[in-house]
C-alpha cells in the first residue's frame, strides 16, 4: 500500500475516533489536549489500524506523546508499514 492511500486511511479512522474533520485540517493539532481522543478512543484507533492496514501497533509500544497528533500517528503508521 502506498504512503498517500496509508495517510488517507488513517485520517478517515481518525476522522472517525474523533468525530470531527479538524483532524484533516490540522495535522498537529494536540488530540488529547483538545479533548478530541482518550483513552478508549486510542483503543479504537490501534483497532481500526489493524483491521483497515493490516498495521499491528501495540498499545504499550508508542508513548502517548510520539501518538498526540494527526501527522505524528500518519508517520508512526507508515513506518510500521515500511517494516512489514
Same mark, same amino acid.
Given at each position: 500500500?502506498?504512503?498517500?492511500?496509508?495517510? #488517507?486511511?488513517?485520517?478517515?479512522?481518525?476522522?472517525?475516533?474523533?468525530?470531527?474533520?479538524?483532524? *484533516? /485540517? =490540522?495535522? $498537529?493539532?494536540?488530540?488529547?489536549?483538545?479533548?478530541?481522543?482518550?483513552?478508549?478512543?486510542?483503543?479504537?484507533?490501534?483497532? #481500526?489500524?489493524?483491521?483497515?492496514?493490516?498495521?499491528?501497533?501495540?498499545?504499550?509500544?508508542?508513548? *502517548? /506523546? =510520539?501518538? $498526540?497528533?494527526?501527522?505524528?500517528?500518519?508517520?508512526?503508521?507508515?513506518?510500521?508499514?515500511?517494516?512489514?
Amino acid at each position: 500500500m502506498d504512503n498517500k492511500k496509508i495517510e #488517507e486511511t488513517v485520517l478517515d479512522i481518525l476522522e472517525e475516533v474523533c468525530d470531527d474533520p479538524v483532524v *484533516r /485540517e =490540522q495535522p $498537529d493539532i494536540n488530540l488529547p489536549e483538545e479533548d478530541l481522543i482518550d483513552s478508549l478512543g486510542y483503543m479504537q484507533l490501534l483497532f #481500526e489500524l489493524e483491521d483497515r492496514l493490516g498495521i499491528v501497533i501495540a498499545p504499550t509500544e508508542y508513548t *502517548r /506523546e =510520539q501518538m $498526540d497528533t494527526p501527522a505524528k500517528i500518519v508517520s508512526v503508521v507508515k513506518g510500521k508499514a515500511a517494516e512489514k
